[in-house]
């Protein structure tokens, strides 16, 4: 069981509580596209090789792997408001650090500020996703897609506060320590909107890290949990090969030029915010299943069109129909996972941490498949995992009874 604010009935009006979430996400999407954005700038001014450049981002890596890896059994030891709160603390700094050691031109202070931000990034989307589940649950409409397609508003709104930036040659220190500011006053003001409490298991101090795995494994032998892992595997990878290949497969596969696959990453990245957006009126209309269901489909044509045609306007499509079908399976998938009674914290935290982890290591895993078969023919891995979301969809409809159990 986890314990609601005050151990009383939970509020039926959360809307401070959503809108606290919807800055929290929005922050986390602004605060990631902009250190993206300079990433050419943070290389040169760091004198790093490509390689060297490589080892800096490891640190982003190695930082966000073992915050999304930790959230769950943090959450449910001190619940989602001091989680929110720390991570994003460690986000913000590093930001910050990240900003001085461009300034200073040191590199292992670039990979120290990148794993205090990947460290606070993915304990912090574990973290939100857990309380925006409970929230959409007390409100009792969906509010999961409004949340990400907050965070997807957030990274345009980044990526475009980057470019003028970077046009406009403001140094990156002062862009980097002035989102930092930000977002820390911004986080400060909406934290204590969050309640207390929520997340936390009772007794969850005292389990051991066994006792916390077998757990964990429990819930993936549950049949409707593994369905709903299919299909946040499958959405998720989508999400995740298109922001890290998109660009560069519509360079090399398409004869696009580097601007005009910018342009391209743009529309997808768009398409992805208005998919996000629209999709709470579409699963009041239609049920989370159907929406899912058509939006793997939505996203496999997509896809079919950038592997397997030759016209780049056929392709250009298939960028946009791409990020219109990757919109909603991820928000959707946590939705289901926090249907039911039980331990929803657990369910939402499982089936998010699988969807992060698709995100993060499936996109490079992609790269080595690029290298023996080529970028375009590596994507067939997306469009099949896609197929299996689509097939497996069914799972996000609510819980039987004995399942809410």
Not at 218 to 226: D, E, F, G, M, V
Request: aromatic share 6%; with cysteine; glycine share 14%.
């Amino acid at each position: 069981m986890t314990e609601h604010p005050g151990g009383g009935a939970p509020p039926t009006a959360p809307t401070g509580r959503r809108r606290a979430l919807q800055w929290i996400f929005l922050l986390l999407g602004v605060s990631l596209a902009s250190w993206v954005t300079r990433t050419p700038a943070i290389r040169d001014a760091l004198a790093a090789s490509t390689g060297e450049m490589g080892l800096v981002l490891f640190g982003l890596s190695v930082g966000s792997m073992t915050g999304i890896l930790a959230a769950g059994p943090v959450v449910r030891r001190f619940g989602t408001r001091p989680v929110i709160a720390v991570s994003m603390a460690l986000a913000v700094a590093g930001l910050a650090v990240l900003g001085v050691a461009t300034a200073v031109a040191t590199a292992p202070g670039a990979f120290a500020g990148l794993l205090l931000f990947g460290l606070g990034m993915g304990c912090s989307e574990i973290a939100t996703n857990v309380e925006g589940a409970e929230v959409e649950r007390l409100a009792g409409r969906p509010l999961m897609p409004l949340l990400h397609g907050t965070f997807s508003a957030g990274t345009v709104a980044g990526a475009v506060l980057g470019m003028v930036f970077t046009r406009a040659e403001v140094a990156v220190e002062w862009h980097l320590l002035g989102v930092a500011v930000l977002a820390g006053i911004i986080t400060t003001a909406v934290v204590p909107a969050v309640p207390t409490g929520f997340g936390k298991q009772r007794g969850g101090s005292r389990r051991g890290a066994g006792a916390a795995a077998r757990e964990q494994f429990a819930l993936w032998t549950q049949p409707r949990i593994a369905l709903i892992g299919c299909v946040v595997l499958g959405m998720a990878l989508a999400e995740g090969a298109a922001n890290d290949w998109l660009p560069l497969l519509m360079v090399d596969a398409h004869g696009f030029d580097p601007a005009s696959g910018t342009v391209l990453f743009a529309a997808f990245a768009a398409s992805m915010t208005t998919g996000r957006f629209a999709g709470s009126a579409l699963v009041v209309r239609f049920g989370r299943a159907a929406v899912v269901r058509a939006s793997a489909g939505l996203a496999a044509l997509g896809l079919i069109a950038v592997i397997f045609t030759s016209s780049p306007v056929a392709a250009s499509a298939g960028v946009v129909l791409w990020g219109l079908g990757a919109a909603l399976g991820f928000p959707l998938a946590i939705s289901a996972a926090g249907d039911g009674g039980g331990d929803s914290t657990a369910r939402v935290s499982a089936v998010a941490t699988a969807g992060y982890l698709a995100f993060l290591v499936g996109p490079p895993l992609l790269g080595s498949l690029g290298d023996h078969f080529g970028l375009r023919y590596a994507m067939i891995v997306v469009l099949v995992l896609v197929g299996c979301a689509a097939l497996t969809a069914s799972a996000v409809r609510g819980p039987s009874p004995a399942e809410g159990r």
